[in-house]
């Protein structure tokens, strides 16, 4: 059941509230819901913490903040070469283990030539910890990178994996329905200015509305992310396009779909009930003209 | 006119006489009975009777919704029911009538200034036939003295300086050497009484003077609501809902009609008018006669009150029994027309126990002629499924656009507009809400931006196309969720007497006329466009929006109407249900473009007057430069020369519609310059031609509906369809009237051919479903598509028709009626069968002329599944067409 009431759904929230992004918490997580898939619930705490972050970012983010835990580092990692001091420092002050690794490597990098490093250069090293001259943060970089499940190159890799995976299984799905459709790419290249992920070439009917087009989104659909892709996705689809679907493959909170009849249809899965337009070779008669054939 | 009516009714007068007159075209506008020295207009004679009818039914109509009779349309001088009442005081039975007759005989008929209904209309505003006001029968008699003098109101010359002053203030207080308006947007009239000698008005005003004074008096209140113009609506709900409706109405009986002799010659002389086209509007007077159908009698009295009460006013239509038997004739008489109103409507009417025990004829006919309505209240089926404008590449791409800015900003605008949109459907029917505040800065900000990017073509089209997706349908407010459907499918529930209460608010509803808020020009989302117009005030986004509605009206005015055979007229009964398969589908056709050209007509109309617009009536010298500036500039749209056009090709029925609703949002000043009220005169002349009994060239729906578009722009005020020379008069119609807006009665009327009926409502929401995918599919698809396949569905529908007819049927209808007479199963069974085995001969021919629609289409189509969709769309509709003409023509044997 991946359809979670906005009372579960805050349930869940205050439980993650006191998690740091590690695979121990996300156990402890799942103990604590088992009903609830996995995906589900690191979906919602991944939305979650990225919430917490943009919150305290700027707590961290400034320079004698930086300062102070550069230099935390720097002693720690001179005591204990081999431990991961730098995730251990991140999860101390509660930020993210990989936005932590990339603040002391920006430093790092201030601290070796002066000036700012770019942010190209930056992004390679954190994608590729051995670029970084220095061994012993090139290690914890590293550790940081593998131990945060909700940011750095290697969850932006995952995500856009899975999206995409998911957006594979629609088209799948779609071509197992016999539904023909056009993708994002066609799209662009027919110069459309806001594309959703499919258009069906022929509209269908799920639980009896009407969709033209259905965008995948491999999250959980909260208040907060349900709202932006509205404002900035939906609604722009449904003004070009007319009614469509989107699929919230880890769930959503079942209060939000609540705009079918404006034309928004929300699922957490691939429709099971789709009407496609039939053409019996005989047009059923309505009773009423056969009555009237009688008289 | 009253000693005519007295003379008719005493049978002084012949009827035959009268009412041959009244049918006389034009030329005989004048009835000179020499015996009794009378000399009658017809329009005064006309706006007479009709004011004559309502006040004697008043007492009966203190019921129900907003008595139309009451709107300002209406001729109603109050003298009359100060001389009836009075009447009633003196319990003077016709014995009086005769020094009662010439006593009014003198005051109007020797001058020779016209009493046009305009005075009328003065006094309807005035309220004088308010009951509240003026309580009926003797709790306070009026002397003579000061009753009869009102009627001479009505020539009354006016000035617009004062528009919206007081009546009351007016009369007392303005020296008369400069008179001034007794009504609020109620035109000047000068030079529009031929000969009317200042001494006689003078002498009018004295009186009226007196008379107004008296009134105050007696109201008591200095300045009661009532007295307000355009108020009459309220106050007469007012007075209903002092009788209470669960005081038990009187059930009406045929045995106890009185003066049948007199109701008759009534009848016949109303009936006569409403045939002749003399009355402003003939479904206001349906109501009118829905509303005597449905009287109650305010108290009960027992019998011998009524029947004094009866005998004191003379006619007694006041009384329930009475009002039903004048209500039964009258239908009966008129049945031509009532035969023309929807089905549901005849039901109701049939099921009417007073109708039954009235007259059993009528009502069997009603039941026969149910059967044979085509006429529908909600009629084109149109998916209820609001769209959004599709994104077409062709025309909203990159391409389409001056720079990479612009195509971002209209991006942009795109979504804001329907964000908009969105958040006027969810709040703006909240208390308080106002469209101005909560969307004005975001529009205006809209605005400027797409100046910079020079995008208002990109909008106006955009915006022109939202309009007609919503707009365009007949079911204009979607909002409310209470459409007439369930509305009259919960009346099947009720009893009698209520089913028919209900009718007749629902007759009302579409006429709307003025009352204490007139209802909304632009109703349902029409609204929300107008709004947003005015709340962008953008020149250009205007200029674009005007050239574009001009292009598309006269582009649909030029649309090809196949018109019927023209032998139509006197097939016109059977062609309604023994119609061609082209021919539904040309009426089909029709409804949609003349919806569409009537909506686009009124935004133009909007949009063009908008500059104009004023919310009081420019003063005398304002007007005379408005109107000398504004002759010198081009109209956007050569009125005339459509009308014109459109006259000299018989192409009316489709223009006349549209302009009126153009025309109906003139500005003040708008009918005086010489374009416009060429027009509308010319429309004048059309409407006094349109006899609705009359066989001519033009089918009776037809000339139906033009009555009706027509009367509901003429309606506000009578008195210009009868002084047709008198163009100012006009100008207080649209004074008084321009802003009320309906024009929802033509739908009840448009016949169209229904899709989906009392099927189930699983099948149905399935049938419901499919119709809206079909619809769902072109949406996405170029314009193109859906009207090539239209296109090949028609022909192959056709050439298959043609077929059958050539071939099968023949043979078919043979073997049925061996069927028959073999006696295989039962009978009835016959005909279906007989349908079904064409059917399936006929998918076969449609299959084969389908390998050609598809040679068609390839042309346009790579992509299969639309190309095989479109096949099966245009496969659906051939068969369809077929089958519908199968079913309408297999039933006739």
Known sequence: ?295 | MAALLESLLSQKVDIIKVVDWLKSAGDEEKLSISELGLTVHKEEFVPFLLNFLREQSSQALTHGPATPAKTPSRPRPAAQTQVFSERRGCKSASGGSGTRGASRVQLFSPSSVSPGPEGSHCLSQLNFNNLEEFPPVGSSPISPAASKPTRRINPTPVSAERPHSKPKTCFTSTPFSKPSSPLSGVEPLEGSMTGGNSLSLQEERELLKREKTKRAQQVGSPQPSSLEPCTPTKTVLKTGSKVTPEHQTTCPEPSKVTFSLELDLLVELYSTCISENLVPNIFLELFFVMQLLTSRSPHTHDDEQESLCAAHSHSGVQLVHNCVYFAVKVLENQFQLVAHLDKCTLRLLAENERVASFSPHLRDRLTQAQDKSTAKVTELYLSTFIHSVPFQPDTDNRSNFSSDKAFHIFKKQRDIFYEVLREWEDFHKEPGWSFDTALGNRIRGMMSQMTSAGNHSHFARLFLKQLIQMCKGPRVNSTSGDTPDADLLGMLGAEGLGRLKRLEERLIQPHGVVGPCPPPSFPGYQEFFRDFLQAASCCQLNQHLQDSLCQQLLQLDEVSILSPPASICEREEEEEEDGDMEQQDEKQRFSSVLLLARLLAKFLGFISFLPYQTSEKPSREIQDTAIALRSKSVPVLDVCAVLRNSMRRRRTILTVPWLVEFLSMLDFIGPLLLCYRTTLGTLLLLYRRLVLGRCEEMCYLNKLLMVSVLGWLFQINPSFFIHSGEFRKLLAAFVSGSTAKSGGIIRKITPTSAELKDTPAAHRSQQKLQVDLEQAFFHNQPPSLRRTVEFVAERVGSNAVKHMKATLVNELVGRGEKMLRDGLGSPNSNPSKLNDSICAQLCDAGLEALARATRYKSLFYKCPAVLATSENITKRLATEKACSWLSANITGN
Request: glycine residues 4%.
């Open chain 1, 1 to 295: 059941m991946m359809r979670l009431s906005r009372a579960e759904h805050k349930e869940i929230v205050r439980w993650t509230e006191k998690l740091r992004p590690t695979r121990q918490c996300m156990k402890i997580l799942k103990d604590r819901f088992p009903s609830h898939s996995q995906s589900t619930l690191l979906s919602i705490f991944s939305l979650e913490y990225q919430k917490r972050i943009k919150r305290t970012f700027s707590r961290h983010h400034v320079p004698d903040v930086i300062e102070s835990y550069y230099q935390r580092y720097l002693s720690e990692a001179k005591a204990q070469p081999t431990a991961p001091v730098l995730l251990e420092l991140a999860n101390e002050v509660d930020l993210s283990p990989a936005l932590m690794a990339r603040i002391i490597l920006d430093r790092f990098l201030q601290g070796q030539d002066g000036g700012m490093p770019s942010k190209s250069v930056l992004n390679s090293m954190l994608k590729e910890p051995s670029l970084i001259p220095d061994q012993i943060l090139a290690n914890n970089v590293y550790q940081c990178t593998i131990n945060d499940c909700c940011y750095g190159p290697l969850v932006d890799c995952i995500k856009h994996a899975i999206g995409h995976e998911h957006e594979v299984l629609l088209r799948e799905k779609l071509k197992e329905k016999n539904l023909s459709f056009l993708d994002e790419n066609h799209l662009r290249t027919m110069g459309y200015d806001k594309t959703p992920d499919i258009i069906l070439e022929v509209p269908v009917a799920v639980e009896g509305h009407i969709v033209h087009w259905i965008e995948s989104k491999a999250s959980f659909g909260d208040d907060q992310s349900h709202r932006t892709y509205l404002n900035e996705q939906f609604w722009s689809y449904w003004n070009r396009f007319g009614p469509g679907l989107v699929i919230y493959w880890y769930g959503f909170i079942g209060e939000l779909d609540c705009q079918r009849d404006r034309g928004i249809l929300l699922k957490d899965c691939f429709p099971t009930d789709i009407v496609t337009l039939c053409h019996a070779t005989q047009q059923d008669r309505s009773p009423e003209s056969q009555n009237k054939d009688k008289e």
